[in-house]
């Protein structure tokens, strides 16, 4: 599968939801540039061409320079979360049309009396039942005859849906059959596209796939309809590069590949990072991280370690189960306009209610009154008024101080110091929020906080670092050159990949052993064809990942065991196995080699490697910066004097001592007193405790 690599500037590109950011690279000079667009959440595709010209232009190029666009967005997403996708209908086997109600029989809280579970968004009225089933060894035991399958498509037609999925009983073993169903119906209900579950994602239980396939037809008209615009607005600039659509598992897919399966990029954003933060940790000599990226409703975290970012294999969308592998990203608290309030006992809260971006926090001018997380930023002097975002948003710190008052006043704090006070709590409250999800979500996994350095990225992610950090153990922050685009540069560095599965349930032994090999092999001939199919040439051999999930016979749930590549030769029952009980015995303690094992999915992931974007070392400092300006920040509830400096006037080996606040067009990097900072090579900013300092 050797190729050559397309030539031309990659460019990423993260949709959010105030600003579109832009990465170039270009191979030919070994330059990286830098854009960020005021987004149009009216017409999302809007902002990315202008967006793309300015970029252009400022760097001198014309489109036929542009070599690729690497595109990630939340329009999924936030389709999901917010329940505005298209109509879908559903097909069912007789006797289960109540799948999506039932779900898995669990209430949100057990412990809540009042709590309500989640609203099905296909609700029972727009489901079918169809005679058609597999038994557990995928042989037929019930199939449709002509009159049923007329009956089920007029049932479909008289629901007037845009789309609909059909998921058969044990469908995951015979998606052939279900898929040839599903055109059958389609042919007889013409006007209604219809997807087999089995087809999008071949996975063992009926309403995790049930979920993954119509959550894929809910969002695909809208997806398309974006792209379709995005790919009309692209060509009037006359770029002519192939679009690639990163996705949930930090990978990128073709254009193609995600209007077919968009369900797989509903997390790109986030992915994009975590994946530009392994590669970044790689590139400094850092082994071990936690990426922070703190946006304006929540903050996420990630780990990585040893340049790969942890991988899950089921994560929750909107309060819906999705089985999906993606990057294992986790919501920790609080972001950038999360509202703060003061409860009926007199209790300091921050969120989870946001401001958003529009009308954003009261600092914005846009008519938010209610006070938030970067209200505090602002009252304290962590941010300038005038240099937030490089001086192109301007902020109202009168506007900041009103909305505080009326914390400051709940909270009884009277005084010149009363605001800066409730906003020094409210930032310390949603800091130890944020500390307790970080050292949990460490702990779970085994790990030591104190291994690990933080590494921030979005636009809040960087000012919050050090509070976080100095809270939950971690002695090492590693702030990126450019953090505010950083999910761009993710994008404009991603590798193609597509994960594949097979679900299997089997005892393990010799024969099911060669009947796992034999999966594997057919799987990597599907992912070579899908590598091949597009349209972007990757350079040298692709790699592969191949994987089990393996349970102890008894148990409830697998565990997901990735094996080495190339897979063991000879690959037998007692190998596999091995590699099952060291995973076990790592995460609980303990191994049962008694006990019969059993498996129930194979996977494996395919990665073209795309080549990498080169790193450019940073011009020599002078080891002592001079501030540029001193300002009163409010700290640990006293005034101090920090230094100002520019990020862009740092130089290799430039070190200072906190309290100081570092600005640059993209974001603002605070520095705690006791805390030291330093300027690598490659331009990132290592945030350590000053020596005796504790952490």
């Known amino acids: 599968m050797n190729s050559v690599i397309s030539t031309g500037a990659r460019i990423g590109i993260d949709v959010g939801g105030t600003f579109t950011d832009f990465v170039l690279y270009d191979a030919s000079r070994q330059q990286l540039a830098y854009h960020k667009e005021p987004s149009t959440p009216a017409d999302p595709a809007l902002a990315v061409r202008n967006g793309l010209a300015a970029l252009i232009n400022k760097n001198g190029l014309s489109p036929q320079d542009i070599g690729v666009l690497l595109h990630g967005t939340t329009i999924g997403l936030n389709a999901i979360i917010q329940r505005r996708g298209a109509r879908v209908g559903l097909v069912v086997t007789e006797g289960f049309r109540d799948v999506l109600e039932i779900g898995r029989a669990r209430m949100p809280s057990s412990f809540d009396f009042h709590a309500t579970r989640e609203e099905p968004f296909l609700p029972r009225e727009r489901v079918v039942e169809i005679g058609a089933r597999f038994n557990r060894s995928g042989e037929v035991t019930l199939w449709p005859d002509a009159s049923q399958m007329a009956q089920a498509a007029e049932q479909i037609r008289a629901l007037q849906v845009d789309t609909a999925v059909i998921m058969l009983i044990n469908g995951f073993l015979q998606p052939e059959r279900e898929a040839a169903l599903a055109a059958e119906l389609e042919r007889q209900a013409p006007g209604t596209t219809i997807l087999s579950a089995a087809q999008v994602w071949p996975e063992i239980r009926e309403y995790e796939r049930t979920v993954a396939a119509s959550l894929n037809a809910y969002i695909q008209p809208l997806m398309q309809r974006y792209f379709e615009r995005l790919t009309e607005l692209v060509d009037e600039l006359g770029v002519t590069a192939p679009i690639l659509v990163t996705a949930s598992n930090g990978g990128s897919l073709s254009l193609n590949a995600a209007l077919a399966r968009p369900i797989d990029t509903v997390l790109s954003g986030p992915a994009s990072g975590v994946v530009a933060a392994a590669r970044l940790a790689t590139a400094a000599g850092v082994p071990r991280i936690v990426t922070f990226d703190m946006g304006g409703t929540s903050s996420d975290i990630a780990v990585s370690q040893h340049g790969l970012a942890e991988m899950v294999t089921r994560t929750d969308i909107g309060g819906l189960p999705l089985v999906l592998p993606v990057i294992g990203v986790s919501a920790i608290g609080a972001g950038g306009g999360s509202k703060i309030r003061v409860d009926e006992h007199g209790v300091l809260k921050v969120g989870p209610e946001s401001a958003g971006a529009d009308p954003g926090p009261a600092a914005y001018g846009r008519g938010g009154t209610e006070a938030t997380v970067t209200d505090c930023y602002l009252a304290t002097g962590v941010l300038d008024a005038g240099a937030f975002v490089g001086g192109a948003m301007s902020l109202y710190p009168e506007r900041s101080q009103a909305a505080l008052t009326v914390v400051a006043d709940a909270l009884k704090l009277s005084g010149a110091d009363g605001v800066q006070r409730a906003a020094s709590g409210a930032l310390a409250v949603a800091t130890a929020q944020m500390a307790s999800e970080l050292r949990k979500n460490l702990a779970q996994r085994g790990l030591d906080p104190a291994e690990f350095a933080l590494v921030p990225f979005g636009g809040a992610g960087p000012t919050h670092a050090n509070w976080l950090a100095e809270e939950a153990g971690l002695n090492h922050v590693l702030v990126p050159l450019k953090p505010g685009t950083f999910c761009a540069l993710g994008a404009a560095t991603a590798d193609l990949r597509r994960d594949f599965v097979r679900s299997l ?139 100002i400096y520019s990020r862009d006037s740092l130089g290799a080996g430039d070190a200072f001592a906190g309290p100081a606040v570092v600005e640059q067009d993209d974001t603002t990097v605070l520095v705690l007193p006791g805390w030291q900072a330093r300027t690598d090579a490659l331009g990132n900013l290592h945030l350590t405790p000053s020596k005796g300092a504790q952490v």
């Not at 697998?558 to 060291?582: C, I, K, Q």
């Open 505 to 643: 349930r089997v005892t393990l032994d010799e024969q099911h052993a060669g009947e796992v090999g034999r999966i594997w092999a057919e799987l990597t001939a599907e992912a070579g064809a899908w590598l091949t199919g597009q349209g972007v040439a990757s350079t040298g051999e692709p790699s592969f990942w191949p994987a089990l999930d393996m349970r102890y016979a008894g148990q409830a749930y697998e565990l997901n065991v990735a094996l080495p590549h190339p897979l063991p030769s000879p690959l037998d029952a007692a190998t596999l196995a091995e590699y099952f009980h060291r995973e076990h015995e790592r995460l609980y303690g303990f191994r049962d080699e008694q006990a019969p094992v059993d498996v129930s999915t194979v996977r494996l992931a395919i990665v073209g490697h795309m080549v990498a974007a080169a790193n450019v070392a940073r011009f020599a400092g002078s080891g002592r910066p001079a501030p540029r300006a001193v300002r009163k920040v409010f700290l640990r509830d006293a005034w101090q004097d920090a230094a």
